[in-house]
């Protein structure tokens, strides 16, 4: 993304109904898993971005997190209690069964993430014999619209297209479900009138503040969802997200690097 994009997503994440809610979401799958660990994990967020998913995540334990690019570091810098390094998805600079959760939402799906089953295999090779990955992904190609080029979506995802990459990395016992389905039909028409925007409209995403009464609204909404994520799966939506364990005594992936999990970033 352009710098522009990261100073619009650091000023609004924190508020904003959709990060907002997604993280409701999250805390709905993620707890059922955790509950015994919860405030003791260690925890890698990858694709941190500037750092709002990241500072979210640290009710769960110790966080760090990993960007490719440098413009989202800066920002994601200025929160507190974050151990930070810029690196690539498909090549984390973390030993063998470093971390209890990974976490990485609407990463794979970018341009430059040449090969998202290396990824995966790098998640499971991090984490620890029971280890949860929590991915998070965009779904349905046929909803990709002016903000998609604006954030450099290569490829939105279906449900069965999570589940591979999930199986091909060695997870089990996952759970793989569509989310943000109450708002699709205003979400999918909101997209398809924006499909062959402006060229300028095309420059930018839908990461722009709203409106505090409409987004309270679409908060509310989109949180409806996650007392009904805790025991059911959702056949549609706007994002699709796979919730699963690696295997007990299982290793997968590149071997081991060098570099140990980097120490808190000095401020």
């Known amino acids: 993304m352009k710098t522009e994009e990261y100073a619009a997503m650091y000023a609004v994440e924190d ?5 907002t809610g997604m993280r409701r979401l999250a805390a709905a799958l993620l ?18 971005g500037t750092g709002g998913n990241s500072a979210f995540l640290q009710q769960y334990g110790r966080v760090w997190g990993i960007d490719a690019v440098s413009d989202a570091l800066q920002f ?5 209690g974050l151990s ?46 029971g280890g949860v990955l929590y991915l998070q992904l965009p779904a349905f ?31 089990e016992r996952g759970r793989v479900t569509y989310a943000n389905a109450l708002l699709f039909p205003l ?5 398809a009138v924006h499909k062959l925007g ?20 679409m908060r509310t909404i989109l949180s409806l969802e996650a007392p009904i994520l805790w025991r059911r799966t959702l056949p549609f939506g706007l994002s699709v997200i796979g919730v699963a364990q690696k295997a007990d005594g299982t290793t997968t ?10 120490a808190p970033v000095t401020r």
Not at 15 to 19: G, M, R
Not at 204 to 214: A, E, F, G, I
Not at 253 to 262: I, R
Request: proline share 7%; hydrophobic share 40%; aromatic share 8%.
């Open 31 to 48: 707890r059922p898993r955790l509950r015994a660990r919860i405030g003791k994990l260690d925890i890698l967020d990858a694709g941190c």
């Open 76 to 80: 994601a810098r200025r929160r507190p």
């Open 84 to 129: 930070l390094a810029q690196a690539s998805v498909d090549r984390l600079p973390f030993l063998d069964g470093s971390f209890d959760l990974v976490i990485s939402n609407d990463v794979l799906c970018h341009l430059f993430v040449s090969d998202d089953q290396k990824a995966v295999a790098e998640f499971a090779r991090v984490l620890r014999p």
């Open 198 to 217: 402006s060229p300028e409209e095309a420059e930018r995403s839908d990461v722009r503040p709203v409106q505090p009464l409409v987004n309270s609204v």
């Open 141 to 171: 190609d046929r909803l990709r619209s002016h903000h998609d080029a604006a954030v450099f979506t290569k490829h939105r995802y279906t449900r069965d297209e999570l589940r591979q990459l999930l199986a091909a990395g060695g997870f």
């Open 15 to 19: 508020t904003h109904w959709w990060y």
């Open 253 to 262: 992936g590149a071997p081991a690097q060098t570099t140990p999990v980097p």
């Open 187 to 191: 979400a999918a028409a909101w997209r």
